[in-house]
């Protein structure tokens, strides 16, 4: 399984600076359907998770996940998740972030990272880390303006000719 954070260029315009704020609210077994659909939604085949994959993810006591939800006129809209860990050592990682296309630009993303850094410090954790394409400038620049460096290139990371970036941040100083 590949723990990757792969935030999706922003190809689909960004909808209307009506929509309301989401809140970030704790990950519930019920919103896994969501998450899924969402991921496939982000993600292109071969780099989005499988149901199975994200279950997984979110049954590791080493992980959490939070949610950032909107009322909408069908009910409550998922606008983004992240899922993270701290592992032993108290080093973060950030497995994905996912935010839904008429959301991206508006916060959502940067809201969650928070939520996960913040969880991280609280459990003692130095430093967080993550992956992101090679040619996802966008996500690159967005992990950037956060504080994070590029650590290394790791080659096929994504499957053959496809690299990622190794980034991380310390926390210590944030």
Request: proline fraction near 6%; aromatic fraction near 10%; include cysteine.
């Amino acid at each position: 399984m590949k723990q990757a954070e792969r935030v999706p260029n922003p190809s689909a315009p960004a909808s209307p600076s009506t929509l309301p704020t989401p809140r970030i609210r704790a990950y519930r077994p019920s919103d896994l359907d969501a998450l899924f659909n969402l991921d496939q939604i982000c993600f292109a085949p071969g780099v989005a998770y499988s149901r199975a994959e994200i279950a997984g993810y979110l049954r590791r006591p080493d992980s959490r996940a939070w949610i950032a939800e909107s009322a909408a006129e069908s009910g409550r809209e998922i606008a983004g998740f992240v899922i993270a860990s701290c592992d032993r050592r108290r080093q973060g990682h950030i497995i994905t972030l996912d935010v839904a296309p008429a959301r991206r630009r508006r916060a959502v993303g940067s809201m969650l990272m928070e939520t996960a850094e913040n969880w991280v410090r609280r459990q003692g954790g130095s430093a967080v880390f993550l992956e992101t394409a090679e040619d996802n400038l966008t996500a690159q620049a967005f992990y950037l303006r956060r504080g994070y460096a590029r650590l290394g290139r790791i080659e096929d990371y994504y499957g053959k000719g496809e690299a990622a970036w190794s980034m991380g941040k310390s926390l210590a100083a944030f």
